[in-house]
Every structure is written in structure tokens, then in C-alpha cells.
């Protein structure tokens, strides 16, 4: 198991950049009525046919030449079925990957959510040529946020600049305040 499912999201969206995505949609959706968070991830970079799909899901295997293991997608998936949950990956070639992972919220082996705030801004800042596109829906409501829109406003300027991470840190902070439910 991992600290908190933060972890998970910069794991799976480094693949996604790995595979040469321009286009990556991070969605998370959080219910107390049905008791679940979900976590589903899907980009439009390189794909995998069947035989490298299922090898995925396995420990030792990694398309990352630097890595000997691959240990985020299958810690997902076992995090996933620990927490009483569904795990599904569907790719194609030269059309992308879809992950999804939903868990029961209130299961005790259910990781945080983590510093969502964070490693949302950090993912903004650092993925210069990808536009990522997250989204956040919960019973107290939703937020949504591109970096592609991020940098149309921006302009010139790059989303590291310090005037203009700390208008998103705030644009963030604001958007997802009192929407994460507390952990049960």
C-alpha cells in the first residue's frame, strides 16, 4: 500500500507522459451517499496492444528501460481490491490509455487523498507540453482546471512564473476548499 492516493495520480500521469500524451484527463469523484472515491486517469499518448496491457498489471514487468520493476499500476490495482473496489486499464494503440480505480471510501485500508492541492499545482507547473485536465466532484460540489486555459490567461508568461503559480496555488486553494470530504 502506498501513504495516499496523491501517489497513485503523479504515478499514473507520468505514464501517461511517458507514452508521449499531449492530452491527459485526471478525474477524481468522491461520494458519501455510495461510499467511494474514484480515481480514473486517460490520455491520448502511444497505447498498449493486449500482450503489453496485461503485462502492466504485473510487478516486474516496465516498458521504462532506467527500471527493472513497474510497481504503480499493479500497487493500484492491489490497493484498489484491498479497499473493496473496481480496477479496470483499457488501451489501444495509437489511441491512448484509460485507468480507472474505485474504492471503498471508509474501507480501513483506504489511503488518504493526500495533499490534493499540491500535487495538482505541481503537475500544472512541470507538464509544459501537455495539457492536463483535472476535475474534482464531490457531494459538496465540483472544481475543474486546464492547463491549457491556465496558460491562455497566462499569456508570455510560463506557469512557473511566481505571479502566476501563486494565482493558480489561490485559484486551486479556493476551488477545492470545503470540497474534500473529510476523511470517514
Same mark, same amino acid.
Given at each position: 500500500m502506498v501513504e495516499d492516493l496523491c501517489f497513485h495520480l503523479v504515478d499514473l500521469v507520468q505514464n501517461s507522459v511517458a507514452a508521449g500524451a499531449r492530452v491527459i484527463r485526471v478525474q477524481i469523484r468522491e461520494s458519501r451517499a455510495s461510499d467511494t472515491l474514484e480515481l480514473e486517469v486517460a490520455d491520448d499518448g502511444r497505447g498498449m496492444d493486449d500482450r503489453t496491457l496485461l503485462q502492466a498489471q504485473d510487478p516486474f514487468f516496465t516498458s521504462k528501460g532506467y527500471k527493472k520493476v513497474g510497481l504503480g499500476i499493479p500497487l493500484l490495482k492491489a490497493t484498489t =481490491? !484491498?479497499?473493496?473496489?473496481?480496477?479496470?486499464?483499457?488501451?489501444?494503440?495509437?489511441?491512448?490509455?484509460?485507468?480507472?480505480?474505485?474504492?471503498?471510501?471508509?474501507?480501513?485500508?483506504?489511503?488518504?487523498?493526500?495533499?490534493?492541492?499540491?500535487?495538482?499545482l505541481s503537475l500544472l507547473v512541470s507538464l509544459d507540453a501537455v495539457d492536463l485536465r483535472f476535475s474534482f466532484q464531490g457531494g459538496r460540489g465540483s472544481f475543474a482546471v486546464a492547463?491549457? =486555459? !491556465?496558460?491562455?490567461?497566462?499569456?508570455?508568461?510560463?506557469?512557473s512564473h511566481p505571479d502566476v503559480y501563486r494565482f493558480l496555488k489561490e485559484f486551486i486553494r479556493s476551488g477545492l476548499g470545503g470540497l474534500l470530504a473529510p476523511a470517514p
Open positions: =481490491e !484491498a479497499c473493496r473496489g473496481d480496477f479496470a486499464i483499457a488501451s489501444r494503440p495509437g489511441r491512448g490509455t484509460r485507468i480507472r480505480a474505485s474504492m471503498q471510501r471508509s474501507h480501513l485500508d483506504c489511503p488518504p487523498l493526500g495533499d490534493l492541492e499540491g500535487t495538482l492547463s491549457a =486555459e !491556465a496558460r491562455a490567461h497566462a499569456g508570455d508568461l510560463p506557469l
